[in-house]
């Protein structure tokens, strides 16, 4: 059955594991290269123009921050997971010392969280496969997390063009058979019930007992 997001809010912002907010639901998390429109996708996906902060500026997010999510489901089941939009990576003006801060404290994320059920790496359709972007993948799927690639900014391209760059892009990352390369824009905002069904399947609410 769809589901469909009926709430969501902005609850912390966290610069250490003790600060993570407390619960057991679980956690879908953002990453990508500064002003890839994480910001802007949590935006879109949730309905919420305020919820996330946007900016111009390239860097600005520089905390883990949570945002509660609530889910519905046609037959009126509900249930909670967390959003977390993790600081961007490769943002040559910041120092390299700052760089290395934010790395660290972005995997120290990876290894305390227990809720953690996918990671969603976002890329900019219109821009080639970076070493960078390549490392962050090998690193999670190496670390046992759970990714699923999403295009961003899909608008941006015809459709033709659109669908082979994503064919590109899951063949440069190397994604194995059956997992596709999920395209999304946040203004029109195409690939929305996609991601949203690839969330409710990583978090399984489906296979929940709704007794």
């Not at 997001?5 to 639901?25: C, D, H, M, N």
């Not at 910001?39 to 902060?53: D, K």
């Not at 390299?96 to 660290?104: F, N, Y």
């Not at 961003?152 to 997992?179: E, F, H, I, M, V």
Request: glycine letters at 8%.
């Amino acid at each position: 059955m769809r589901w469909e997001i009926i709430k969501a809010e902005y609850v912390t912002s966290a610069v250490k594991a003790s600060q993570f907010p407390l619960g057991e639901e679980p956690e879908v998390a953002f990453i990508g290269r500064s002003n890839v429109g994480k910001s802007s996708l949590i935006n879109s996906l949730c309905r919420h123009s305020g919820l996330a902060r946007t900016s111009s500026a390239p860097g600005k997010t520089r905390t883990v921050n949570f945002y509660r999510v609530t889910l519905k489901r046609e037959d009126g089941l509900r249930r909670d997971l967390w959003l977390v939009d993790l600081p961007g990576y490769g943002y040559a003006q910041r120092s390299k010392s700052e760089r290395q801060d934010l790395q660290d404290w972005t995997q120290h994320y990876f290894r305390e969280s227990k809720r953690l059920r996918l990671v969603l790496q976002l890329l900019d359709i219109r821009r080639e496969l970076q070493p960078l972007d390549q490392q962050v993948h090998n690193w999670l799927l190496a670390a046992g997390m759970p990714v699923q690639p999403v295009a961003t900014k899909l608008d941006k391209l015809s459709r033709s063009a659109a669908s082979a760059a994503l064919r590109a892009l899951g063949a440069k990352l190397g994604l194995p058979a059956g997992q596709a390369m999920l395209g999304y824009s946040s203004l029109t905002p195409a690939g929305r019930p996609e991601l949203l069904q690839r969330l409710v399947e990583a978090v399984d609410f489906d296979g929940i007992d709704t007794v």
